[in-house]
Structures are given as structure tokens and as C-alpha cells.
């Protein structure tokens, strides 16, 4: 018998924060707005707030590839109101220069995007698919958000349902492609942990980090 279960979904898209000439940098997610590769993830909780977000970014801002969404510190400042923004995965400002040993600069970055989202609206966010960076940032993560004051949230990255799925997902890249799975994808993760895990899993990895869990229900209810 399958259980039945609430799933409360958030929208979000990724971005990129561009420098001043408009060039890709770093990646970070926002929520109801996500941005990941270049700012945090962010969650708008209006909705039509965010639309006209990402036109103003659509319109101004030219990043590569050109799919990809872009805004930049000027445009977060305009329109910070009614986001909660998380400080990335990996490939965010924060955890890139973490892992560069740039631990000051991170920090002051916290800092900023914690004062510009607010104290309630910025979160340090921990993620563990199993890859060395990752795990070699958590330590420096936590201490940040002890300094900085910023709460942590655990995420993790779901591009699929099933751990078994991955297999799949890296077909999948090699067909978007166009190579064979034997050549390999530019699209193939790295391990296979990146499916939607349990609140079990999440707490096996993340139980002892203060907040992280519970925070990422309380950034659900803060969205509409």
C-alpha cells in the first residue's frame, strides 16, 4: 500500500549574479525565486513579485549560457523585498570561496546578504551528496553561521526521485548530449545522491547541525 503524504511545493528558478559588465561569476539560489550558479537560492513569497524580477533581470542582464537567468547586486537591492535566499550549493559565492580558503571574504559576503534579506530571510545552506568539497566546507559553514548569526538550512540537490534513478539520469545527460554512455556527459553528477531523500536521510546527515533541519519547514511556511 502506498502511504499518503502532503507535498507543499515552493516555485523557484535559478539565476546568476553577474559582475558589472554583465559576465557570469558565482552561483547562489534564492526561494520563490532560485538562484543557483552564481547567488544563493532564493524564495519569493509573492509570486507576481518575482515575475517582475526576472524580466527586469531577462531584460538587462546577459549571462551565458543565455537561457540562464541573471541579476546582479544592483537588481537584489531593488527587489529584495519578499525573498528568503539560501547561500548555494558549491558553485555559490560563499562555499566557492570557502573552499578556495578565503574564509574573511565569505563571511563578509554572509554578512552583506544578511543584512540586505534580513536576519529572518538569509540562511547558510548545507548540503552533502557525498562530495569532498562539501564535506570539507561543513565545518567552516557552521562556524560562519555562529559568527555571522545567519541560521543554516540542509538541503539537497533532487534532480531525481530514486537513488536507483541515477543511472537514468546520466543517459539522459548523454542523450541531451548527443555522446554515449561509454564517452561520458559534461551532465554526469558525481555520486548518486542526488534524488529526494527522507527526512530520515536528511537527519542521518544533518541532525546535528542546529536548525537545519526544522528550518526548512519553517521556510516553507514563510512562503505563500
Request: hydrophobic share 35%; proline share 3%; charged share 25%.
Amino acid at each position: 500500500m502506498i502511504g499518503m503524504f502532503l507535498v507543499l511545493s515552493v516555485s523557484g528558478c535559478d539565476k546568476l549574479e553577474a559582475d558589472e559588465e554583465g559576465g557570469q561569476r558565482y552561483a547562489w539560489p534564492l526561494a520563490t525565486a532560485s538562484t543557483e550558479d552564481t547567488i544563493t537560492h532564493v524564495f519569493a513569497t509573492s509570486f507576481a513579485d518575482e515575475v517582475e524580477r526576472l524580466s527586469d533581470g531577462a531584460m538587462k542582464i546577459t549571462v551565458y549560457p543565455q537561457s540562464t537567468l541573471g541579476v546582479d547586486r544592483e537588481l537584489l537591492e531593488k527587489y529584495h523585498e519578499g525573498l528568503i535566499a539560501l547561500s548555494a550549493c558549491l558553485a555559490g559565492e560563499i562555499p566557492r570561496r570557502l573552499a578556495n580558503g578565503d574564509y574573511e571574504q565569505a563571511k563578509e559576503t554572509a554578512v552583506y546578504f544578511r543584512d540586505l534579506f534580513g536576519p529572518d530571510n538569509y540562511y547558510i545552506e548545507l548540503q552533502n551528496h557525498g562530495i569532498d568539497d562539501q564535506k570539507r566546507i561543513l565545518p567552516l559553514l557552521e562556524k560562519l553561521s555562529i559568527e555571522t548569526g545567519v541560521p543554516m538550512v540542509a538541503t539537497n540537490d533532487s534532480h531525481y526521485v530514486e537513488k536507483a534513478d541515477a543511472k537514468m539520469q546520466n543517459i539522459l545527460g548523454c542523450i541531451a548530449t548527443n555522446r554515449t554512455v561509454a564517452e561520458g556527459s559534461d551532465m554526469e553528477f558525481a555520486t548518486e545522491e542526488f534524488y529526494l531523500k527522507s527526512e530520515e536521510e536528511m537527519r542521518a546527515l544533518f541532525g546535528g547541525y542546529e536548525g537545519a533541519i526544522e528550518n526548512s519547514g519553517k521556510i516553507a511556511e514563510q512562503c505563500d
